[in-house]
């Protein structure tokens, strides 16, 4: 599973010029579910996303997590990130999840992360969606996890 992370002032997402979810101060976080990712890894990058200490405590040091600050949390589905541009010019997107499981990963991560945290607001899986935001900082962190049994030893 991968993740784009941004810390933002704010962000928004819009389907034909309609708002279905907004935060202001906080976490968007772009997600890509892989073939053969399951629901306890989507459970893994909730609690990954969570307690990502990217947010300034007193001393300006990054030592705070959207749930310490009480940000915002805006996830949106974007089986972009499981983008191959080894061989060629155009990408190719077959280590991304078929859209089935795709959607039923991206549920269960929102209703993971709205379970544990407020607030959360959701793109919809498959939209064309626009997605508004103003970064802070810029701060933008990549993260992949992989279920243990199947990760490479490091």
């Known amino acids: 599973m991968i993740a784009l992370l941004q810390r933002v002032a ?17 976490l968007l976080a772009f997600v890509c579910a892989e073939a053969g990712d399951t629901e306890a890894l989507a459970d893994r990058m909730v609690d990954k996303i969570l307690k990502m200490r990217i947010f300034a405590d ?25 983008a191959d541009v080894s061989a060629g010019n155009r990408p190719s997107f077959v280590a991304a999840a078929p859209a089935e499981l ?24 498959g939209a064309d969606m626009q997605v508004h935001l103003v970064n802070d900082g810029p701060v933008t962190i990549p993260l992949m ?9 490091r």
């Open 102 to 125: 795709g959607r039923r990963l991206f549920d269960r991560l929102v209703q993971t992360a709205s379970a544990r945290h407020a607030p959360v607001a959701a793109g919809v899986f």
């Open 10 to 26: 704010s962000a928004r997402v819009e389907i034909e010029g309609r708002v279905v979810g907004s935060i202001g101060p906080g």
């Open 145 to 153: 996890l992989h279920d243990r049994a199947s990760a490479p030893e």
């Open 58 to 82: 007193d001393a300006g040091k990054m030592n705070h997590s959207v749930t310490d600050v009480a940000g915002g949390l805006l996830i949106v589905s974007q089986f972009t990130l499981a």
